[in-house]
């Protein structure tokens, strides 16, 4: 429903970021919805068939980990004792009570999607696309089921992304509380500890030793061979010999890898642990080294035929010191500096650890995702990303994909177990009776559904499909999979749905840098490859929302700002009532504690969705970061306050025009390159014009921080300080009319049709931004027949055209506003509001001259005065000698005025005296601090030394000082003008 065709400018298709099903909102989200709402109600007020696609995530880790919580704390089974169809029954229970949490939150954020097209990641036809995916990806041989190592989760008992592991810098020995275990466990620590030499030789009976460096001691069970450099010279009479393994007692060869080995680190050898270390395992694959895992999946260690074996890793850690110390061969430990990878789901030391599972293949993927971004197909904003976007491309590793739980995706891969009957193994000639007889490769069938994998196996074993038992992989998908599908499978894809012609591929992708290779990149991936096209032309990568501080926002500092607390208001009692109920530690909870007393001492005013939206939305600057205050969102509140009250008293103007439809014919036969217009008139409607053109500008290149301050600009500084004003005058005088509107025209029904012109096409402009607020004064706003549109939602948003005279009406208006306020913040008034209400302006030219006479009672009215005189320079010196003698000169930066205000009656010298008095003072205290801000700018290496925001700060604190001086030694020297 709107004046404007819904598919005049085509398509406009975009899909929010699945939030996790598990989350609330938070001012990510919040930044999100702001920005992608603006973007999408922009296009639909222009003409776009738009569609807005809202998702949800099932979070696999997230939401396993919050059902299993819940039944602990409620007492019933475990998810194990449970089984697998039971605890999922659990799971969508706990999905459809309280799943719903964010899409209210949304909402309540003004968002405005297509609800109707809302899709769940594990709904049925979403779960269909997954599915389908992965057979496709499988069968061009882009899929592979492999050993290879993980990041493994031992309290979660699977692999976990990368984005999952959060890398925590270690700069001195320190400790970690880790789930499951009573005792912190140490890090930043490095063990030293030796190796013997096997020595077959009969002729010596000295034992050489390669001591190695650790810093998980526990990994050395794990240990096949010991490498060195092959220039080291230290070793050089080593290579090809062994080592024995204190207890394992097996012989470990002495290999060179220049790649993995700097001989100018630690002790020049590295032990090779490749079952549980990435670059370890990469060695090993070079050099045909056997990968011997001996970590369970609960953290146990296990495989190493020791009396370590069920021991806990952390436990395991302390005995083989012992043990090693015990036998002579441990040469201390010493601090180092290291990077902890912490699980953030689970908060456990996340462990490398060789498993099987499946991994795409992504190489030549990448390979097509970065074509697209070299030929224009997609577009990265802001630019510096696209470097970004490159390397990780062109660099672009393998990816696992299985996850070890039961709540996601599960693999549709298919284990032959077992077959009543003979078989033929594809690998071999002749028939083979047993299953265990098979490859690895030639167990697995991937396919849509077990029968189509009974048949496909059937085919290739050379048997009868009903005598074989198949076994569905235990394991789930990466939710990130899914997740990278969301472009095309929430058009219905791999259907061919009218909305998949109609939408696909999208226009654009919103979200944070912080996901641009987890979700991004796979999602141009993989729509490249299964779709033939990129999912989106562009992405814009917003920036991360921080505290006032620039701190990363965390429970555990106390600095996270929950949007629906800024939305409502709330106390710091509630504030650190809700901290008591959290999971935080001692340590943490008193941080935090601190942090929200200091930052929040008065808690949270309610600032309502428009301010939280139109702030986030201003701070959207490209390439920075957000360092949120909510006292910006205070600041906007009361920008909303202000755009209400200022309709309100034009609503009052409205009703004293007359009919709504006098005013909206007058309305309607204004322009703003009317001559015989009064000059303020014109120059409100030049001024909304260009904000029209600004913002759309602004829009177009994704500049909101541009876009919502043209539109504060106008509101607060054309339309409120000075049009506002002016319309406040006594308007019933009529003007005269151009030939297209003939006949009289009040002033007062002009005035009031202006204000009318100004809101209705401001609402539209603010629409995007301040929905809810718009939409409330649009509903209000006089209607004539057949009237408005329904909602401003769907009203044409203003594409208004600046007049070509505007610039010189635009240069008119601000040389009677420099002199308003010349006049307004003149010397005498700052003893007393009362005083300096008479004033002469002497005029330069004749043009200034006429500019002013024609304007005269809105200068004197704007400007608070009783009595206004101009006279020409030219003609007039006597009368200005004379009016000089007893006035003083107010400062005013248009040279075509000189303003001369009269000292007032009741203005004794003693007054003046006092008052001239304390601004010397005054002044004496700001030249303080502009020696000492001076002096700090010229101090030795400032220019290097000193943060370039801390320059840029001193730097204008210099100027507002220095202004402030001479502002004040101008009003000292009239003051001792009229004390002579």
């Given at each position: 429903?709107s004046?404007?065709?819904?598919d ?31 973007l ?19 979070a696999?880790?997230?939401?396993q ?5 819940q ?13 697998r169809?039971?605890?999922?029954e659990e799971v969508?229970?706990w999905?459809?009570e309280?799943?719903?949490t964010?899409?209210?939150q949304?909402?309540?954020?003004g ?15 979403f ?8 057979v496709?990806?499988h ?13 493994w989760?031992?309290?979660l ?9 959060d ?14 275990h009573?005792t ?8 030293d ?10 002729s010596?009976?000295n ?10 001691p526990?990994?050395?069970?794990g240990?096949v061979?010991?490498a060195?450099?092959s ?6 009479h080593?290579?090809g ?17 220049d790649?993995?080995v700097d ?14 270390d990435?670059n370890?395992?990469?060695a ?9 895992n ?11 035929q ?17 043990a ?13 500096a ?6 953030s789901?689970?908060g ?5 650890r ?17 074509q ?5 197909a997609i577009?990265i ?9 490159q ?42 009776a047993t ?20 048949q496909?196996a ?13 076994r ?8 990130w999979?899914s997740?990278?599908?969301?472009p ?9 749905t ?10 654009l ?6 996901i641009l ?14 779709t ?17 501080q620039g701190r990363?926002?965390?429970k ?14 709330i ?6 009532a ?16 601190k ?6 001492k ?17 701070y ?9 205050e909510?006292?910006?969102?205070v ?16 609503s009052?103007k ?12 007058m ?5 703003a ?8 008139d ?9 904000t ?11 500049l ?9 600009d ?5 339309f ?6 002016y319309?406040?005058m ?9 030939s ?5 025209r009040?002033?007062?029904?002009v005035s ?10 401001y ?10 607020i718009?939409?409330?004064l ?6 004539g ?24 009406v635009?240069?008119s ?5 420099q ?8 010397p005498l ?9 008479t004033?002469t302006?002497?005029?330069a030219?004749?043009?200034?001259h006429?500019l ?7 200068v ?6 009783d ?14 000698t ?18 001369l205000?009269?000292r ?7 007054t ?5 008095s304390?601004l010397?003072k ?9 020696r ?7 101090a030795?290496?400032?220019a290097?030394s000193?943060p ?10 210099h ?19 009229l004390?002579?």
């Amino acid at each position: 429903e709107s004046s404007t065709s819904r598919d005049s400018r085509g398509p406009f298709s975009i899909v929010l970021p699945p939030p996790n099903v598990t989350g609330s909102l938070h001012l990510g989200h919040a930044l999100t919805v702001a920005v992608e709402d603006s973007l999408v109600r922009w296009h639909r007020m222009r003409g776009h068939d738009t569609v807005w696609i809202p998702g949800c995530d099932h979070a696999g880790i997230a939401t396993q980990s919050v059902v299993e919580k819940q039944l602990q704390r409620e007492g019933k089974p475990t998810r194990l004792e449970l089984g697998r169809e039971r605890f999922l029954e659990e799971v969508w229970r706990w999905k459809n009570e309280k799943g719903g949490t964010i899409y209210e939150q949304l909402r309540a954020l003004g968002a405005s999607l297509d609800w109707t097209r809302s899709c769940f990641t594990l709904d049925k036809n979403f779960s269909k696309a997954v599915t389908t995916a992965f057979v496709q990806l499988h069968r061009k041989g882009l899929i592979e089921r492999r050993m290879y190592p993980v990041n493994w989760s031992c309290q979660l008992r699977s692999a976990i992304s990368d984005i999952e592991v959060d890398r925590i810098d270690i700069s001195q020995p320190t400790t970690i509380n880790v789930p499951g275990h009573k005792t912190p466990v140490q890090v930043g620590l490095i063990y030293d500890f030796a190796y013997e030499v096997i020595n077959n030789s009969s002729s010596s009976s000295n034992t050489e030793v390669v001591v190695v460096s650790t810093t998980r001691p526990e990994t050395m069970l794990g240990d096949v061979a010991v490498a060195v450099h092959s220039e080291d010279s230290r070793f050089a009479h080593l290579v090809g010999k062994h080592v024995r393994h204190p207890f394992t007692h097996k012989a470990l060869p002495i290999v060179q890898d220049d790649v993995l080995v700097d001989r100018t680190l630690g002790t020049g050898a590295v032990k090779l642990t490749p079952a549980h270390d990435l670059n370890d395992f990469a060695a090993a694959q070079r050099l045909g080294l056997p990968v011997h895992n001996i970590l369970a999946a609960d953290g146990r260690l296990c495989n190493t035929q020791t009396a370590f074996d069920g021991l806990d890793r952390f436990t395991a850690r302390a005995r083989v010191l012992a043990a090693l110390e015990e036998k002579g061969l441990f040469r201390g430990s010493r601090p180092h500096a290291m990077v902890a990878p912490l699980c953030s789901r689970s908060g456990d030391i996340v462990e490398p650890r060789v498993c099987e599972q499946w991994f795409v293949r992504c190489s030549s993927m990448a390979a097509k995702a970065l074509q697209a971004t070299e030929e224009g197909a997609i577009r990265i904003l802001p630019p510096q990303f696209a470097v970004n976007w490159q390397r990780w491309l062109e660099d672009c590793r393998d990816w696992c994909v299985s996850r070890q739980l039961w709540w996601g995706h599960r693999i549709p891969a298919y284990e032959v177990v077992d077959v009543a009957g003979s078989i033929k193994s594809p690998s071999e000639s002749s028939s083979s009776a047993t299953v265990a007889a098979l490859l690895p490769s030639e167990r697995w069938f991937v396919a849509e559904s077990e029968e189509e994998a009974r048949q496909m196996a059937a085919k290739k074993l050379n048997c009868n499909p009903e005598t074989l038992v198949l076994r569905q992989d235990e394991d789930v998908l990466d939710t990130w999979f899914s997740s990278g599908l969301f472009p095309f499978a929430a058009f219905g894809w791999p259907s061919p749905t009218q909305d998949l012609a109609r939408f696909y591929p999208t226009q654009l992708l919103e979200t944070g840098h912080d996901i641009l290779f987890f979700w991004v990149a796979r999602m141009a991936m993989l729509g490249l490859e299964l779709t033939g096209r990129a999912p989106f032309k562009e992405v814009y990568l917003h920036a991360m929302v921080r505290d006032a501080q620039g701190r990363k926002m965390s429970k555990s500092l106390g600095n996270v700002i929950d949007p629906m607390d800024v939305i409502h208001g709330i106390s710091l009692d509630d504030m650190l009532a809700r901290l008591k109920n959290s999971n935080l530690s001692k340590a943490e909870m008193s941080t935090a504690e601190k942090t929200t007393r200091k930052t929040f001492k008065d808690g949270i005013p309610a600032c309502g969705t428009d301010a939280l939206r139109f702030t986030l939305c201003a701070y959207t600057v490209q390439g920075r970061d957000i360092n949120m205050e909510v006292k910006r969102v205070v600041g906007n509140a009361g920008l909303c306050n202000k755009i209400w009250n200022a309709f309100l008293f034009a609503s009052s103007k409205f009703a004293q025009a007359g009919s709504p439809s006098d005013l909206l014919a007058m309305e309607a036969r204004l322009s703003a390159d009317d001559a015989m217009l009064p000059l303020f008139d014109r120059w409100i409607l030049g001024q909304l014009a260009a904000t029209s053109a600004a913002v759309n500008s602004a829009m177009e290149s994704k500049l909101f921080a541009h876009a919502t301050q043209a539109l504060t600009d106008f509101f607060r500084t054309d339309f409120c300080d000075v049009y506002l004003e002016y319309a406040k005058m006594s308007r019933d005088a009529t003007t005269r009319t151009t030939s297209e509107a003939p006949g009289p025209r009040p002033l007062r029904l002009v005035s009031a049709a202006v204000l009318w012109r100004c809101m209705h096409v401001y609402l539209r402009l603010l629409s995007p931004f301040m929905p809810f607020i718009s939409e409330e004064l649009f509903q209000r706003l006089p209607r004539g027949t057949p009237g408005l549109t329904s909602s401003v939602t769907v009203a044409e948003y203003p594409e208004l055209t600046v007049p070509a005279e505007h610039e010189a009406v635009a240069q008119s208006v601000g040389k009677l506003m420099q002199l308003v306020s010349s006049v307004r913040g003149n010397p005498l008034r700052s003893i007393n509001p009362k005083f300096g209400k008479t004033a002469t302006v002497v005029c330069a030219d004749a043009v200034s001259h006429q500019l002013l006479s024609s304007n005269a009672d809105v200068v004197r009215f704007l400007a608070r005065l009783d009595k206004l005189d101009i006279v020409d320079v030219n003609n007039s010196n006597t009368t200005v000698t004379a009016v000089a003698a007893g006035s003083v000169r107010a400062a005013c930066s248009v040279p075509e005025f000189r303003v001369l205000v009269q000292r007032d009656a009741g203005l004794d010298n003693a007054t003046l005296q006092a008052e001239a008095s304390r601004l010397e003072k005054k002044k004496g205290k700001l030249a303080d601090a502009l020696r000492g801000v001076a002096t700090e700018m010229s101090a030795p290496q400032y220019a290097s030394s000193v943060p370039p925001e801390v320059q840029q700060r001193n730097a204008e604190t210099h100027r507002l000082l220095a202004a402030q001086i001479e502002e004040l030694n101008h009003t000292l020297q009239e003051y001792g003008g009229l004390l002579q």
